[in-house]
């Protein structure tokens, strides 16, 4: 079974939207086709983004947060750390918990930053940073 860290980018289009490939990959691992897992500080930056932007989505991301907790992996400083030279500053302790989790993908709508170093980050750490839709062709 495939394993994969959600991004906060993708958890909020998910909560967002009940069609596309963000929901559909949740929805995928509430049914036990793909092991996900997500951090404390994804939670948190979902819920700060939902309540500024979209406070409507709230709901459906209580739903997500109540099913997933048990998905949570926060990583290691010391991880972290050691990805600064690698990822961006804010970026790191994503990509290190999708590593501490032994995540096969990390889902992400992040094109500024993620996405624009999915090369450099697979070469690295041979982590798979992709959007919601290429990992479910994928799997």
Same mark, same amino acid.
């Given at each position: 079974? +495939? +394993?994969?860290?959600?991004?906060?980018?993708?958890?909020? =289009?998910? #909560?967002? +939207?009940?069609?596309?490939?963000?929901?559909?990959?949740?929805?995928?691992?509430?049914?036990? &086709?793909?092991? *996900?897992h997500l951090s404390t500080l994804v939670l948190l930056e979902t819920e700060r983004n939902l309540r500024k932007k979209?406070? +409507? $989505?709230?709901? !459906?991301?209580?739903?997500?947060?109540?099913? &997933?907790?048990?998905?949570?992996?926060?990583?290691?400083?010391? /991880?972290?750390?050691? &990805? *600064?030279?690698?990822?961006?500053?804010?970026?790191?302790?994503?990509?290190?918990? =999708? /590593? %501490?989790? %032994? $995540?096969?993908?990390? $889902?992400?709508?992040?094109?500024?930053? *993620?996405?624009?170093?999915?090369?450099?980050?697979?070469? !690295?750490?041979? /982590?798979?940073?992709?959007?919601?839709?290429?990992? &479910? $062709? #994928?799997?």
């Amino acid at each position: 079974m +495939s +394993s994969v860290f959600i991004d906060s980018s993708v958890l909020v =289009a998910a #909560a967002i +939207s009940p069609k596309g490939s963000a929901r559909d990959l949740i929805v995928h691992g509430l049914r036990g &086709l793909v092991a *996900l897992h997500l951090s404390t500080l994804v939670l948190l930056e979902t819920e700060r983004n939902l309540r500024k932007k979209r406070p +409507s $989505a709230l709901p !459906a991301f209580e739903g997500f947060r109540a099913v &997933l907790t048990s998905a949570v992996v926060d990583p290691p400083s010391k /991880l972290v750390q050691g &990805l *600064l030279g690698i990822v961006q500053p804010k970026d790191a302790p994503i990509v290190a918990a =999708a /590593l %501490h989790a %032994h $995540a096969d993908y990390l $889902a992400t709508y992040d094109q500024k930053h *993620l996405l624009t170093q999915k090369d450099q980050i697979r070469s !690295a750490v041979r /982590l798979v940073v992709a959007t919601p839709d290429e990992i &479910l $062709a #994928a799997i």
